[in-house]
């Protein structure tokens, strides 16, 4: 007989398995948007850089043919493992072209967030084997096409753009800074397949002149042409580009350059050249560069010779200015007054699962370096000659893979770095690395993971683990520590540090997940007033909710921050936010609210925010106040979109916002992003 409790229970049961059926009904591969969100989630606040969201952006934006796409090609998708890559293309061998991202499922060895993370990087198109395919002109009128144009409107008027009056005198000075508070870019992009690149980009940064000031019309102009073949010419470049050899320790891109980057990217940065089709104004080389292919070696050449920004005391040089900023009359005349060569090759050779090669650069600038008089200015570079030379060697079977590079400058100072990935079973998979770059060693081109800002005077290693069951739980978390073997800007002497971090996602349904994640970064720290050093600590929290209904999605976060100086009380912070984004039709909308209360800015908590494509900005977010951001892009046929940003952001217990040139005399400033995109 049944009872009110029975019943009770029955009818919770049954609305349990309907929500759930409901539930799962609406799951759908993840948006761009989320991926992106997610993946930022992997870049502490103070490592984040525009040059992994603009290669990831154009990534997406032209993704390779998944039926034709070699390995290397693949190899350039972040959190795919060389053993995943294989898989794929041993499947695709086996059973012909793949035809949507649901076969996707049916390849061995592939991990349950490769499903989602693969489509947004490639499409699934035909084969063909049309030799006249493969001719440059063919593929240039053949490309897909697409013109982009950002502006960016500030409804406020920053300090070093006002005219100001001298209480003294009564004499009316002029902005310091020389164009309008406008800023904007105009970019081309033509791609074939993944076999041609063609693009240029032009930009102006707020302050900037614009068809004044010796600017013939913007103020930065970048040009690339890339060509990939199969034959024994292989990759060739023209223009603006970036080359990567081993890990990095001579000439590097940088891709995933931290903790859980490394341990999820699965793999280090495939070596080659690439397009510099980012508005980055420092980290790429321009003129030419060309692999040959002789298997089973390959042999790549490159030259490159470019202006920068230099701060010059008489001839000699103090340092580059890396920010590409021209607002003042003094940035107008450092501009490229400094003269960069750069030539360089590398020999590879590959044998089935073994890669080796020999590596070489020489660097000459036309005026010297000096260091200064500073405790951590002692190890910096001096000279206008600078040459590396390193052997870089990996080795790849379907679970394990070691990868290393042993580098020397032209002072004889050494660096090493190597790395070990290994895939056990039940779903773990461990990554372990060890660094050790000398005091002198002095390499301008090279990017690879650095506890401190660049690859020199630091000795770390790095425990990584990474456990996935059953595709509902996501368990990740690193361990590295470091001692900086010079002083710092932080430090008087030698100094220590480490960084803690871990992750745990639960997916009960497909289009529902929660997560928590916590990190630690702490150093060393001493002044000239308190010289003995003392850890400085940040610990930092997040509890994350996400869900969808159809074509809705909403991530909720809320996030802690605890920040204990080397000297002086602790600071706290607080944030709330909500983002809710929407596709309707050809309509996409997206919208996010941030409440914050933090207590300096050392406190500061990031959070991701709805972007445009092109239209790159991290917000960190200190003191007290409130933030919003919304962004629209209307499809208009096949060839048109327009979008569309606006954000606005309040303080609450300040009256003004930054200072110096850059002070906005009021707690509050709006901002309006416009895009045209027309593809063809």
């Known amino acids: 007989m049944d009872t009110p409790i029975w019943n009770n229970l029955k009818l919770f049961l049954l609305f349990f398995l ?19 969100n997610n993946w930022t989630e992997l870049i502490p606040s103070d490592e984040a850089n525009s040059y992994d969201l603009e290669r990831l952006e154009e990534m997406h934006a032209h993704p390779i043919n998944i039926n034709q796409c070699s390995r290397e090609e693949l190899m350039m998708i972040p959190m795919l493992s060389a053993a995943e890559a294989d898989s794929l293309l041993q499947y695709r061998r086996k059973y012909g072209p793949l035809l949507s991202a649901g076969e996707l499922r049916l390849v061995p060895s592939l991990r349950y967030d490769c499903y989602n993370v693969i489509p947004h990087f490639v499409y699934f198109g035909q084969t063909s084997e049309d030799e006249k395919k493969h001719q440059l002109p ?3 009128l053949h490309g897909n096409q697409e013109v982009a144009a950002v502006a960016a409107i500030p409804f406020y008027r920053r300090q070093g753009f006002k005219t100001t009056v001298k209480t003294s005198t009564g004499e009316t000075v002029r902005p310091k800074y020389v164009g309008s508070p406008l800023s904007g ?19 102006n940064d707020d302050g900037e ?16 042409l890339l060509q990939r073949n199969k034959g024994w010419l292989g990759t060739w470049a023209v223009g603006d580009y970036k080359i990567h050899w081993g890990m990095g320790l001579t000439t590097g891109v940088g891709f995933m350059n931290s903790g859980m980057g490394l341990l999820s990217s699965r793999h280090g940065h495939a070596p080659g050249v690439f397009a510099h089709t980012g508005a980055d104004e420092y980290r790429y080389l321009r003129g030419g560069a060309v692999e040959l292919n002789f298997r089973p070696a390959k042999l790549t050449l490159f030259a490159s010779l470019r202006e920068l920004d230099g701060r010059l005391e008489g001839d000699s040089l103090k340092s580059i200015n890396t920010s590409g900023y021209h607002r003042l009359l003094l940035d107008r005349k450092r501009k490229h007054n400094t003269q960069q060569q750069v030539a360089g090759g590398s020999v590879d050779f590959q044998f089935r699962q073994i890669h080796f090669g020999l590596s070489g650069l020489y660097i000459h600038y036309n005026h010297p370096f000096m260091r200064g008089d500073r405790p951590y200015q002692q190890y910096l570079m001096k000279g206008s000659n600078f040459a590396n030379a390193s052997l870089h060697y990996s080795y790849e079977r379907r679970k394990i893979s070691f990868a290393g590079e042993t580098a020397v400058s032209g002072e004889g100072s050494m660096a090493l770095l190597h790395d070990l990935r290994w895939q056990l079973p039940s779903f773990v998979h461990v990554y ?8 002198y060693y002095q390499a301008p081109l090279s990017y690879a993971y650095s506890a401190s800002s660049s690859c020199r005077g630091e000795h770390g290693v790095m425990l990584g683990l990474q456990w996935q069951p059953f595709g509902k739980w996501y368990l990740a978390g690193y361990a590295d520590g470091y001692r900086l073997l010079t002083p710092t800007y932080h430090a008087l002497t030698p100094s220590n540090g480490y960084k803690l971090e871990a992750n745990a996602i639960f997916r009960p349904w497909n289009n529902t997940a929660f997560s928590l994640r916590y990190r630690l970064n702490s150093r060393q720290e001493s002044t000239t007033k308190h010289p003995q050093l003392h850890y400085a600590m940040k610990h930092s929290v997040r509890l994350q909710g996400e869900m969808q209904w159809g074509k809705v999605r909403s991530v909720t976060a809320l996030d802690g921050c605890y920040y204990k100086p080397a000297v002086g009380r602790p600071e706290k912070g607080a944030m709330v936010s909500e983002r809710v984004s929407v596709t309707w039709k050809q309509l996409k909308a997206a919208a996010a609210l941030v409440a914050f209360h933090t207590q300096s800015y050392d406190a500061s908590i990031y ?25 629209l892009e209307q499809r208009l046929g096949r060839h048109l979109r327009l979008a569309c940003k606006f954000s606005a952001l309040h303080y609450t217990n300040r009256e003004t916002i930054s200072s110096s040139d850059r002070l906005i ?8 992003v416009l895009q045209v995109r027309w593809m063809f």
């Open 665 to 672: 005399a009021h707690p509050y400033k709006h901002d309006l």
């Open 607 to 631: 959070s991701y925010q709805p972007k445009l494509l092109y239209a790159y900005s991290y917000s960190f977010f200190y003191y007290h106040g409130y933030a919003a951001t919304c962004t």
């Open 138 to 140: 063919y593929q240039f």
């Open 18 to 36: 309907c929500f759930e059926v409901a539930l799962n009904a609406y799951a759908q591969q993840e948006d761009w948007e989320d991926f992106l």
């Open 209 to 224: 002149a614009f068809a004044t000031q010796e600017n013939r019309l913007f103020d930065y102009y970048s040009f690339y």
């Open 185 to 203: 870019s105009l970019r081309y992009r033509n791609h074939y397949s993944d076999r041609l690149q063609v693009g240029w980009t032009l930009e």
């Open 432 to 439: 372990l690395q060890h660094r050790y770059y000398g005091k």
